[in-house]
């Protein structure tokens, strides 16, 4: 069924003569070819991580003075969790940060992931990982973010999304500030573009290398689609 998916995507990508969006086949074909000039895994983590706190940085400035943004980042324990644990470091030389990663860092999925957990340390203000019965004792970190940045899931979701991961998306829709979402809103089919009954509702998707065509025409749940460029080569 995904392959069948992935066929009717892309031909109707070609058909249409529209070369800014990639499959997430095509995205994971394009990060192998990487890997032969130089970009592996972990230095094209590093490097979204990178472009998506420059984005932060520039749509939401501090606001007078020496006050801070107050950014929160929750992450997922895959591959877009890694991304926004690079982007929090990277944030946190001019932003008060919080890290949610839901679940326990034993569980983090890829080394990539895992490296970036290690490395967090003291740079930022406060980090906590959260299993479901715990996440909503800290929905007062949702209350205190400007800024919230969703790394919870991205271009390998399918389906509907499980606990704790809904309720952490529930958390993100009811904050009452900006939303970010990393590459794809989590919960939206990064192929089909199907949105289950959890997906987040972002202001600004920050997708990496390229749109993904389930983006296309989903703008109630992507926002603002900003594409920043992370070294993959055409």
């Known amino acids: 069924m995904a392959m069948e998916d992935g066929r009717r995507a892309k031909e109707k990508k070609e ?15 394009a990060e192998l070819r990487a890997s032969a000039y130089g970009l592996d895994g972990a230095a094209l983590m590093e490097r979204a991580g990178a472009a998506v706190a420059g984005v932060v940085e520039e749509r939401y400035p501090q606001s007078g003075g020496r006050r801070r943004r107050k950014v929160l980042v929750v992450c997922g324990l895959g591959n877009n969790g890694g ?12 932003s008060w940060v919080r890290v949610l990663l839901l679940g326990e860092a034993a569980a983090i ?7 970036n957990w290690a490395l967090l340390g003291g740079t930022v203000e406060r980090v906590e990982a959260v299993d479901g019965s715990r996440l909503l004792e800290r929905r007062d970190w949702f209350e205190w973010a400007e800024v919230v940045l969703d790394a919870i899931l991205g271009t390998g979701v ?8 809904a309720t952490a998306i529930g958390l993100v ?5 900006a ?44 926002g603002e689609v900003v594409v920043v ?3 993959i080569r055409e």
């Open 109 to 115: 999925k890829t080394k990539e992931a895992a490296e």
């Open 173 to 177: 829709n009811g904050a009452r500030c």
């Open 229 to 231: 460029p992370i070294g």
């Open 15 to 29: 058909e249409e003569g529209d070369d800014r969006y990639v499959t997430p086949e095509e995205m994971r074909e």
């Open 179 to 222: 939303k970010v979402a990393i590459d794809v809103p989590s919960g939206l089919d990064p192929l089909t573009g199907a949105a289950g009954s959890a997906t987040v509702r972002a202001d600004v998707t920050i997708a990496l290398h390229r749109a993904k065509v389930g983006l296309r025409g989903k703008s109630g749940y992507t």
């Open 158 to 165: 399918r389906g509907q999304v499980r606990e704790p991961l």
């Open 83 to 94: 991304d926004g644990l690079v982007a929090a470091r990277r944030l946190a030389g001019g």
